[in-house]
């Protein structure tokens, strides 16, 4: 029970501490589920990360059910997922009730812009942290300088790319095995 308890309240934490959507929660997962708790590998985020954008629904909510069934099962999964929903919950109702009235004052709008740059360095921060370990040599490289390419340049959705990055990945690790087992 204290484990759940935890769960929550990190996962609390972390959803009230998350502008910008599930993007900008990445610096902020890697940081506390990474480095401070040890509840997972920068890969396993990765991966849980890759698996939350691929399923329908909100990709931080997906990363953290990941992480608390990980930790505990499915009860794991739902309190993490509760976790990091309450603070949206309270603070949109909040938000809603003001927001109508006050959002064409330019003390509002200056906030938000402030805001918005804020979370493009979060997002910034977590591609630079986590491409360090995920881009590591020239397969890797190639899959990354593809994709962004792609994304950039295409209207492939997110989907369709995380698939063929993850095919690609795979053929490349097949090669390998294959090449590996000729030369034995």
Same mark, same amino acid.
């Given at each position: 029970?204290?484990?759940?308890?935890?769960?929550?309240?990190?996962?609390?934490?972390?959803?009230?501490?998350?502008?910008?959507?599930?993007?900008?929660?990445?610096?902020?997962?890697?940081?506390?589920?990474?480095?401070?708790?040890?509840?997972?590998?920068?890969?396993?985020?990765?991966?849980?990360? $890759?698996?939350?954008?691929?399923?329908?629904? !909100? !990709?931080?909510?997906?990363?953290?059910?990941?992480?608390?069934? #990980?930790?505990?099962g499915i009860p794991?999964?739902?309190? &993490?997922?509760?976790?990091?929903? *309450?603070?949206?919950?309270?603070?949109?109702?909040? !938000?809603?009730?003001?927001? #109508?009235?006050? $959002? *064409?004052?330019?003390?509002? #709008?200056?906030?938000?812009t402030g805001i918005?740059?804020?979370?493009?360095?979060?997002?910034?921060?977590?591609?630079?942290?986590?491409?360090?370990? *995920?881009?590591?040599?020239?397969?890797?490289?190639?899959?990354?300088?593809?994709?962004?390419?792609?994304?950039?340049?295409?209207?492939?959705? *997110? !989907?369709?790319?995380?698939? &063929? &990055?993850?095919?690609?990945?795979?053929?490349?690790?097949? #090669?390998?095995?294959?090449?590996?087992? &000729?030369?034995?």
């Amino acid at each position: 029970m204290r484990e759940l308890w935890k769960l929550y309240r990190v996962f609390f934490n972390i959803g009230i501490c998350t502008f910008g959507g599930g993007y900008a929660m990445l610096a902020l997962l890697q940081r506390t589920i990474v480095e401070q708790y040890h509840w997972a590998t920068e890969e396993e985020l990765m991966d849980y990360y $890759a698996i939350g954008q691929c399923t329908p629904g !909100i !990709i931080a909510l997906n990363t953290s059910t990941f992480i608390g069934y #990980k930790r505990r099962g499915i009860p794991g999964g739902i309190v &993490a997922s509760l976790g990091f929903l *309450s603070p949206s919950i309270v603070i949109i109702l909040i !938000i809603a009730l003001f927001l #109508k009235n006050y $959002a *064409s004052l330019p003390l509002v #709008k200056h906030a938000f812009t402030g805001i918005r740059a804020c979370v493009t360095i979060l997002i910034l921060d977590a591609v630079l942290k986590l491409g360090k370990k *995920s881009v590591v040599d020239k397969r890797s490289w190639a899959v990354f300088l593809t994709v962004a390419l792609l994304s950039v340049f295409t209207k492939l959705s *997110s !989907i369709v790319l995380i698939v &063929a &990055a993850g095919a690609a990945g795979w053929l490349f690790w097949h #090669k390998d095995v294959e090449q590996e087992a &000729a030369e034995r």
